[in-house]
């Protein structure tokens, strides 16, 4: 039974705790290092030798697991990376598939899933959870009604309070093509507004609250 090396990104101490007493149970895991920020987290699976890197999403400042995921994974011959979170939301979820990730599960996963989970990744398969799973097939199935991840982050800055303008800068667009987004998304959602649109998104899980 060949051995599987893990590293544990988490910015909480706890979670991290948890995350290495249920894993070190199984006896192929092998926990080789925790990274409390997304920058560590990225240094670590560089100078190791990791083959699934489990990661958070949210770090409260500086990089985010997005982020740390597609820099990590655009390396030759780089670790799987294993996205466990708390979000469920279509922003979360395609953000990170695009970023690399092999596999998107909920903090909530029962070990036994986690586990498996874990060995699927390394064998570099898909690894969803079964309400990701869910949330994509949705997606797959009414596809003339489902936002683009370009769509989508657009409304989640909206959601964010920022103005188109504050929009195009921080996602390097033009104006026009903010409002483009936004018309787009008007139409697929069914409503006329920026609060509408907002509040039809979260209600069906799209952005975060």
Do not use: C, W
Not at 20 to 42: C, I, K, Y
Request: glycine share 8%; no cysteine.
């Amino acid at each position: 039974m060949s051995t599987v090396r893990l590293l544990l990104a988490d910015d909480h101490p706890i979670v991290r705790a948890g995350l290495r007493a249920v894993l070190e149970g199984e006896p192929d895991f092998e926990v080789v290092a925790e990274a409390p920020t997304a920058e560590r987290a990225v240094a670590l699976a560089g100078e190791l030798d990791v083959d699934v890197v489990l990661m958070d999403l949210q770090f409260g400042s500086g990089m985010g697991g997005t982020q740390a995921t597609a820099t990590i994974t655009a390396r030759s011959g780089a670790p799987r990376v294993l996205v466990l979170t708390t979000y469920d939301t279509d922003v979360d979820i395609l953000a990170a598939i695009e970023a690399g990730a092999t596999g998107y599960l909920l903090k909530d996963t029962p070990p036994d899933e986690l586990a498996d989970a874990v060995r699927t990744a390394a064998a570099g398969r898909s690894a969803l959870g079964p309400e990701i799973a869910q949330r994509l097939m949705d997606r797959v199935r009414r596809p003339t009604e489902a936002l683009s991840l370009r769509e989508i982050e657009v409304l989640q800055l909206v959601a964010e309070g920022l103005s188109n303008q504050q929009i195009s800068e921080r996602l390097f667009l033009s104006q026009a093509t903010v409002k483009s987004h936004l018309v787009h998304v008007y139409a697929k959602l069914g409503v006329d507004s920026r609060t509408a649109a907002v509040a039809t998104a979260t209600a069906r899980g799209l952005i975060r609250r």
